[in-house]
């Protein structure tokens, strides 16, 4: 799956003079980053006109926590390839103004044109970003209160359940829907049952994910586990 998605995105962005990237995380997204950053090693791709914006960030978490999606992303991929600090954009969740933050997100993802592609992971309850379920398919960036469900399932990340973020900074359902092309990496068992819902579900605010039906240039990009309930 990773590998796939590695090639699949770079021969999209070597089509593109100053490519805007959507990037995601938690472990979904890990291998695609080793592979692209392999392809970096290997001189196949440089990213100095790269500029990205993540989806989400965790509020109140220092963006040196170890957690944070800011650490992540430097750990997981910035600080191996050649993309510029100026061109790497997250949301900060420890703004103090955090409806103005959410603006200057919006503000700046729409200075750098469209989104030209943007990676998706999906949470077992349908989630994309931090978009849970019965958020409005009209959301823009905004402040969220993460489900249990989510909570839980990153709390393997944290020492205990009790120290997961409670709230996170989302691109909104109609940020997303904007880029012009979305990839959906789905990997393992456990997102078996949110993947055939997506495929064989309706398209319904409480399964987020849902609304990727009818973009007009969504692809998924599945593992067989993923793919198990599927005949
Ligand atoms: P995961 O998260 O890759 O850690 O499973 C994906 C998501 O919740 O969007």
Do not use: W
Not at 48 to 54: A, D, V
Not at 70 to 76: A, L, P, V
Request: a neutral charge.
């Amino acid at each position: 799956m990773s590998h796939t998605a590695c090639s699949y995105i770079l021969d999209k962005l070597k089509a593109i003079e100053n490519p805007v990237l959507g990037l995601s995380t938690g472990a979904t997204p890990e291998g695609l980053y080793r592979y692209l950053i392999q392809s970096y090693q290997e001189k196949k791709v440089s990213f100095q006109n790269l500029k990205t914006f993540n989806l989400d960030e965790y509020i109140n978490l220092d963006k040196n926590h170890p957690n944070s999606y800011f650490h992540y992303m430097q750990k997981r991929f910035f600080q191996y390839v050649d993309i510029l600090e100026e061109n790497q954009n997250l949301p900060n969740g420890k703004a103090e103004n955090l409806k103005a933050e959410c603006q200057a997100y919006e503000d700046k993802i729409s200075q750098a044109g469209k989104i030209d592609l943007q990676v998706l992971g999906i949470g077992v309850n349908g989630h994309i970003g931090f978009n849970e379920p019965g958020t409005a398919f009209t959301s823009r960036t905004h402040v969220v209160t993460l489900d249990d469900c989510t909570r839980t399932a990153n709390a393997k990340y944290f020492a205990s359940l009790n120290e997961v973020p409670s709230k996170a900074i989302t691109m909104g359902i109609k940020t997303i829907m904007e880029s012009k092309e979305i990839v959906l990496l789905v990997t393992g068992r456990k997102k078996a049952s949110a993947l055939k819902r997506l495929l064989n579900g309706e398209v319904d605010e409480e399964f987020p994910a849902s609304i990727l039906k009818i973009h007009p240039n969504a692809t998924i990009i599945a593992d067989e586990k993923a793919l198990i309930e599927l005949s």
